[in-house]
């Protein structure tokens, strides 16, 4: 169908991290109405993929950059794509081996993942484990 918006953004300031997920919510609400739960939870699953790619990815380092791509694939299904320049991780152990928030329930590691699996349709990750790529299906036009 289309690209909503593609944009990479360099650095970690909280300010610009912040204007740059309004500024994708803004695409993905032009592309559809959204209920109120479903724009909770693309704003989550926003904030916990591009704080990963910060935190983890980039490790905070900020003349690093994080590339996003949102894409509509059909008429009610959203694709988002968010790649760090960190060197990956490998995400089949991760999985295989459980969330460690898991096991240490005040371990704030791996608790972004485990929503962003909860929430979304799909999640797919590159080879090397530094770009992720999920898909969300809108359920409902929400009435304004």
Known sequence: MGILFCE??????????????????????????????????????LNELIANGTVHGNRRLCDKTITVRIEAVDSDTIEITIQDEGTGFDYRRFFREGYPCDMNPYSERGRGLKLIRAICDDIMFNQTGNQIRILKVVKKNAEK
């Open 8 to 45: 990479r953004i360099t650095g970690c300031d909280s300010d610009c991290i912040r204007a740059m997920i309004r500024k994708m919510m803004n695409c993905i609400k032009a592309w559809k109405s959204l209920s109120d739960e479903e724009e909770y939870e693309f704003c989550l699953i």
